[in-house]
C-alpha cells in the first residue's frame, strides 16, 4: 500500500467512523428535499436519500441512484473527499436540482488524458441538451455518472483496468442515449475534437458506427459533412482546422462504407458555434463535425 494509500485510510477510517456513528443516531426520516440543509446533509440526510421513495424526474432519480453507488465505492476505498463529493451530488440529484457532470479543469489529470476526456464532455453535454435526459432519462442519468467514474478514476491515476472500465461503460451509455435521440433521418450527428486536432478520437468512432449503420437503412440521397472550429485561434486557421476535420470524418465515413459521392463536405471555421463565446475562447462543444442527412 501506498503512503497515499494509508493516508487515505487512516484519515478515511477516523472520519467514516464519525460518520456513520453520527447516523446511526439520526432519526431515519422520510426524505424532503425542502428540508435538507447542506451543513447537515452527510451526517443526517444521506441515509434518507438512500431509502425514499422515488420521486421528482427520471433523470434525476437515476442520477441519484448512480452517484450512491459511487458512494458507496468511495466509502470502500476511503477516499473522504471523493466521498462526500458524490455524496453531495446524489443529495442534490434527490432534491431534484440541476446536477451537472463534473468539468475537466475540476481534476488533475494527466496531460494525455486531458483532451480525450474533454471531447468525451462535450458529445455528453451535446446529448444531453438535445432532450437526452427526458428521451432516454436513465440511460442519460448513467452516461452522466459513468464520466464522472472515468474523471475520477483517471485523477486517482487507478489501474488501467479500472478507468477502461470506466470509460468503456460511459461511451456504451452514451451511445444508447443519442440512438434514442435518433428519431428520423433530420438528426445532426455530433462528432467532437480535441484542442487544434482532427484526429478522430475513440469516442468520435462510436458515433461514426452509428451514422454508417443509420445510413445503410435509410440510403439518403445525400450526407452533409459540416467542419467548425472554436474562436481560440486565428480566423483564418479555424477555417483550415474546420476543412481539415469535416475531410477526417468523410475519410472515416467513406472507410465504413458511405459513399464518397453522397457527401457534401462545407467549413464554418468559427462562424457557427453551439457555445456562444467572446473570441479566444477554447470551447469543447464547438470544436466539432455536425453529420446531417439530407
Given at each position: 500500500?501506498?503512503?497515499?494509500?494509508?493516508?487515505?485510510?487512516?484519515?478515511?477510517?477516523?472520519?467514516?467512523?464519525?460518520?456513520?456513528?453520527?447516523?446511526?443516531?439520526?432519526?431515519?426520516?422520510?426524505?424532503?428535499?425542502?428540508?435538507?440543509?447542506?451543513?447537515?446533509?452527510?451526517?443526517?440526510?444521506?441515509?434518507?436519500?438512500?431509502?425514499?421513495?422515488?420521486?421528482?424526474?427520471?433523470?434525476?432519480?437515476?442520477?441519484?441512484?448512480?452517484?450512491?453507488?459511487?458512494?458507496?465505492?468511495?466509502?470502500?476505498?476511503?477516499?473522504?473527499?471523493?466521498?462526500?463529493?458524490?455524496?453531495?451530488?446524489?443529495?442534490?440529484?434527490?432534491?431534484?436540482?440541476?446536477?451537472?457532470?463534473?468539468?475537466?479543469?475540476?481534476?488533475?489529470?494527466?496531460?494525455?488524458?486531458?483532451?480525450?476526456?474533454?471531447?468525451?464532455?462535450?458529445?455528453?453535454?451535446?446529448?444531453?441538451?438535445?432532450?437526452?435526459?427526458?428521451?432516454?432519462?436513465?440511460?442519460?442519468?448513467?452516461?452522466?455518472?459513468?464520466?464522472?467514474?472515468?474523471?475520477?478514476?483517471?485523477?486517482?491515476?487507478?489501474?488501467?483496468?479500472?478507468?477502461?472500465?470506466?470509460?468503456?461503460?460511459?461511451?456504451?451509455?452514451?451511445?444508447?442515449?443519442?440512438?434514442?435521440?435518433?428519431?428520423?433521418?433530420?438528426?445532426?450527428?455530433?462528432?467532437?475534437?480535441?484542442?487544434?486536432?482532427?484526429?478522430?478520437?475513440?469516442?468520435?468512432?462510436?458515433?461514426?458506427?452509428?451514422?454508417?449503420?443509420?445510413?445503410?437503412?435509410?440510403?439518403?440521397?445525400?450526407?452533409?459533412?459540416?467542419?467548425?472550429?472554436?474562436?481560440?485561434?486565428?480566423?483564418?486557421?479555424?477555417?483550415?482546422?474546420?476543412?481539415?476535420?469535416?475531410?477526417?470524418?468523410?475519410d472515416a465515413l467513406a472507410a465504413l462504407g458511405v459513399p464518397e459521392n453522397a457527401m457534401t463536405l462545407e467549413a464554418f471555421g468559427e462562424s457557427s458555434?453551439?457555445?456562444?463565446?467572446?473570441?479566444?475562447?477554447?470551447?469543447?462543444?464547438?470544436?466539432?463535425?455536425?453529420?446531417?442527412?439530407?
Amino acid at each position: 500500500m501506498t503512503s497515499r494509500a494509508i493516508a487515505r485510510f487512516a484519515v478515511g477510517a477516523g472520519l467514516l467512523a464519525g460518520i456513520v456513528g453520527c447516523s446511526e443516531h439520526a432519526p431515519r426520516l422520510y426524505y424532503d428535499p425542502a428540508l435538507v440543509e447542506d451543513s447537515n446533509a452527510i451526517l443526517y440526510e444521506l441515509d434518507a436519500v438512500r431509502t425514499m421513495e422515488p420521486q421528482g424526474p427520471l433523470f434525476n432519480q437515476g442520477l441519484r441512484t448512480g452517484y450512491l453507488e459511487y458512494v458507496s465505492t468511495m466509502e470502500n476505498e476511503f477516499d473522504v473527499p471523493d466521498y462526500f463529493h458524490f455524496a453531495y451530488k446524489s443529495i442534490d440529484s434527490a432534491k431534484g436540482e440541476q446536477v451537472l457532470p463534473d468539468t475537466v479543469e475540476s481534476r488533475t489529470l494527466p496531460p494525455e488524458s486531458e483532451l480525450e476526456l474533454a471531447a468525451g464532455r462535450a458529445r455528453l453535454m451535446a446529448a444531453l441538451d438535445q432532450t437526452g435526459r427526458r428521451k432516454a432519462p436513465f440511460e442519460a442519468a448513467r452516461a452522466q455518472t459513468l464520466f464522472d467514474c472515468w474523471l475520477e478514476r483517471t485523477e486517482d491515476q487507478a489501474r488501467p483496468e479500472l478507468i477502461e472500465a470506466c470509460k468503456g461503460a460511459f461511451e456504451q451509455a452514451l451511445a444508447e442515449v443519442e440512438r434514442a435521440l435518433v428519431t428520423g433521418l433530420d438528426n445532426v450527428y455530433l462528432v467532437f475534437f480535441a484542442w487544434d486536432q482532427a484526429d478522430i478520437s475513440p469516442v468520435a468512432a462510436s458515433v461514426l458506427d452509428q451514422v454508417r449503420a443509420d445510413y445503410e437503412r435509410g440510403r439518403p440521397a445525400r450526407v452533409v459533412v459540416a467542419g467548425h472550429a472554436d474562436r481560440s485561434g486565428p480566423e483564418g486557421y479555424n477555417l483550415v482546422l474546420s476543412q481539415q476535420r469535416a475531410e477526417a470524418v468523410a475519410d472515416a465515413l467513406a472507410a465504413l462504407g458511405v459513399p464518397e459521392n453522397a457527401m457534401t463536405l462545407e467549413a464554418f471555421g468559427e462562424s457557427s458555434p453551439r457555445v456562444p463565446t467572446a473570441d479566444g475562447v477554447r470551447e469543447p462543444q464547438n470544436r466539432r463535425v455536425e453529420i446531417v442527412f439530407g
